[in-house]
Every structure is written in C-alpha cells, then in structure tokens.
C-alpha cells in the first residue's frame, strides 16, 4: 500500500481560497447513516444527543513563519515548529536550509535575530532566537500566519485560521475542521445534551509533508506533543459516541488509549486500525496521497472514495477553508463497504 493508493483528481478550483464569512454556513456531508444527507455545520447539534461527547483540539496556531535577512543580503525562511529548550532554541524547518551553514545568524528586525544550528535533515533544523524581550511576544510581533502553501489569496483576518476556542500558542497549522464551529453552535450541542471536552495535540511538521515514499510501511511519522485531560477521558469512556473534531484529536484520544494522557505521539492511523476511543470523525476534506486520507480509510473503509465523489460532484469546497464531512467508523466485518 503506497500513497498511490490514496490519490484522486482535485482540480484547483474546488480548493477553497478564503473561508467562509459565516462559519457553521459550511456544508457538511452528513454520511454517518448508509445514505448521505447534505447539511451545514450550523445543523451539527440536530445531529447529537445525551451520551454524545464532541472532542475539540484546542491547541493556537503561532505566527511561527519568519521571514529574515542574510548578511549577503539574500532572503531566508524559518518556519517554528517545536520549542526545545528554554533558551530559545526550536526546531524549525529552514529555508534554504543547504546554503545555511551552522552558526549562520539570520536577521528578522532590529530586535530579533535567529541563529541556525544542527542539520536535522529534510530542511529541519535547530535554530536559537535571540531578541531583548521574551521571545514569544516578538514571534508575535514578527511572524506570519504559516498558511499551507496551496492558499495564494491573502487572508484578511489571522483570526479565520484559529478555532474560536483555541488556548495556547504553539501549532504550526490550525486543526481545520475546528474552524467552522462558534460558541452559539457549541452552545447549542450542550442544549441538546451532548458534552464537549477538550484536548490539545500540537500540530507539526507533518501537516507540511507529502507521502514520499512508495511503500507506507516505510513512511514515519513525526513526533507530536499531546495532552489529553483526565476529565476528557472520563467523559469518553463514559460516551455513548465520542465525536472527535478534526484527525488531529483522533490522533491524540487514540495516543491517549494506547501511551497514556500525554507526552509525545508518532502513531501513524493507517489500514487496519483498531480504534479503541472514536467512532464518529467530523473532518474536512484532505489533499490527495496525505496521511490524513490514509487515516480517513482506516477509519471509514473504502467508502471514503466515494463520498469525496459525491462532494466533487456537489460543489463542495476542499482543504483547510472548505466543507466538512461528518462519517461513522466503518465495522471492520463490512471492509468499508
């Protein structure tokens, strides 16, 4: 099984641009049942009851793109993925990270500096940040949103690409599926007697990279940092259906099951997976030949081809401003049928 496995055709104008002014206005393809019904996230609530827990990432996505100056004058880029150390020393992805050697200082402005240190391999590399004040207020101050590259319009608003209850500063990308939900929606899932509780999985590198090679059994997944609270792990295993928003928390409630309430997860999701936490993924729709569709299969089987046809077909919008789907875990007896 390889990621020619998971591709499909997504032309460039069923990507979405911008997201939607209205969040929950997003589309929602309801496939839970065995047919699929057309909906907007804003009817998410209708959809759950008592014994229902909605599982939310609420990890913040940090300004963590950096743009800098070398002393030759030419440009450079960091992107912040993990803070290592308390001296300010972060794995970054670089740019262009051959022509960097260590011990190159690279200027952001006046006030902030990065200096470049150990090749870690595929552009990774440790980087130390230098500025007169704390180092995440100048990030802050200095940083870009980290878009996925397949955005090209500007977004107006950083704010669109952060979920209206995100916490702390520390992701590299946004836990898309997130992004449609409001506090008059969540609210009015509590209405209807589902609870919801909340994680954080800190969004890395592997947003940012393909399937490369041809076998998965030789794809590895980079580590990221979890933390899944006690009372959210009670409330799931008290659940009648645990609803996870987004892979992301998919992947810290089953790191959770398998290494305990926190720490630092490589776990690749992919066919057969024996779920042990969720049964029911709201989602966005991913790129083709990503780990994300290879999750999507083990979760929901082969039906998954299927439903990205339909959304094609229907107009949905695609990727990390696009629509949403709604789908039950397969019965590992039916093979995704």
């Known amino acids: 099984m390889g990621p020619e496995d998971f591709a499909y055709q997504l032309p460039d104008a069923a990507i ?64 912040l993925l993990r803070a290592l150390e308390g001296d300010g020393t972060w794995e970054a992805l670089v740019r262009p990270s051959r022509k960097l050697p260590e011990g190159t200082t690279l ?38 949103m980290p878009l996925p590259p397949y955005l090209t319009t500007v977004l107006e608003d950083p704010d669109r690409y952060q979920t209206v209850y995100s916490r702390r500063s520390a992701s590299a990308a946004a836990p898309t599926a997130g992004l449609h939900l409001t506090e008059q929606v969540l609210d009015a899932c509590r209405a209807a007697g589902a609870r919801i509780e909340s994680l954080e999985l800190v969004v890395g590198l592997d947003t940012f990279r393909p399937i490369t090679v041809d076998d998965l059994d030789e794809h590895r997944m980079h580590r990221e940092e979890y933390c899944v609270p006690d009372t959210t792990l009670e409330a799931c295993r008290d659940a009648s ?9 998919v992947r810290a409630l089953e790191s959770a099951a398998r290494y305990g309430a926190e720490g630092r997860t490589n776990l690749f999701i992919r066919p057969p997976f024996d779920f042990q936490v969720v049964d029911v993924l709201l989602t966005n729709f991913h790129q ?17 081809r299927e439903l990205y046809e339909t959304a094609l077909a229907d107009g949905y919008r695609f990727l990390s401003f696009g629509d949403a789907m709604l789908v039950g875990r397969a019965r590992p007896d039916r093979s995704g049928a």
Do not use: K, Y
């Open 16 to 79: 979405a641009q911008v997201p939607l002014e209205d969040r929950p206005a997003a589309r929602l393809l309801d496939a839970v049942g065995h047919s699929v019904v057309h909906r907007t996230v804003r009817d998410l609530p209708s959809l759950l009851g008592p014994g229902d827990v909605l599982v939310v990432n609420d990890t913040r996505v940090l300004p963590a793109r950096l743009r800098l100056r070398r002393r030759t004058g030419g440009g450079a880029e960091v992107l």
């Open 107 to 144: 200027a952001v402005d006046d006030d902030l500096s990065v200096e470049v240190g150990r090749d870690l391999g595929d552009g990774r590399r440790h980087v130390r940040l230098f500025c007169n004040g704390p180092v995440l207020e100048a990030v802050h101050r200095c940083g870009e």
């Open 241 to 249: 259906r645990v609803i996870a928003v987004g892979t992301t928390t």
């Open 288 to 304: 083709p030949r990503s780990s994300l569709l290879v999750m999507l299969e083990a979760f929901a089987g082969l039906r998954w």
